[in-house]
């Protein structure tokens, strides 16, 4: 069993910076951030950057240059790093896991249905 819990979200100007954290219990085999989409579920979802336990990483193509994960297996946790934060960077931002991930990190960026575990989300408000 995955469980996951998000924190560090919160509202910041243009330009501006925020770290998400999630804590990630049991075992996995890539975790993902996503953006909430349109739909009521996680199906809508855009990835915003998936890492496999391998260490390979894919970021969405807005956020290159600008986001970075990372992990600290000590303390258990998935981290976003955002910086030069956008208007268009505001949602609720999701933390996942998938029990498999043979594939590109490319192809589980853009299907969320392939994860299993959800955290409960943490919102991000940008403000120009």
């Known amino acids: 069993q995955v469980r996951l819990l998000e924190s560090g979200g919160g509202s910041v100007k243009s330009g501006g910076s925020l770290r998400l954290s999630c804590l990630a219990s049991?075992?996995?085999?890539?975790l993902a951030w996503f953006r909430q989409g349109p739909l009521d579920d996680h199906e809508g979802d855009e990835g915003?950057?998936?890492?496999?336990?391998?260490?390979?990483?894919v970021y969405e193509d807005s956020v290159k240059g600008r986001f970075t994960v990372s992990q600290d297996n000590a303390k258990k946790t998935f981290y976003l790093q955002m910086t030069n934060l956008k208007s268009e960077d505001t949602g609720e931002y999701y933390c996942?896991?998938?029990?498999?991930?043979?594939?590109?990190?490319?192809?589980?960026?853009?299907?969320?249905?392939?994860?299993?575990?959800w955290g409960l989300g943490t919102q991000v408000t940008v403000s120009s």
């Open positions: 049991g075992t996995y085999a890539c």
């Open positions: 996942a896991a998938a029990s498999s991930c043979y594939l590109s990190t490319d192809y589980y960026l853009h299907r969320p249905g392939n994860f299993g575990y």
């Open positions: 915003v950057a998936v890492m496999k336990v391998d260490g390979s990483i």
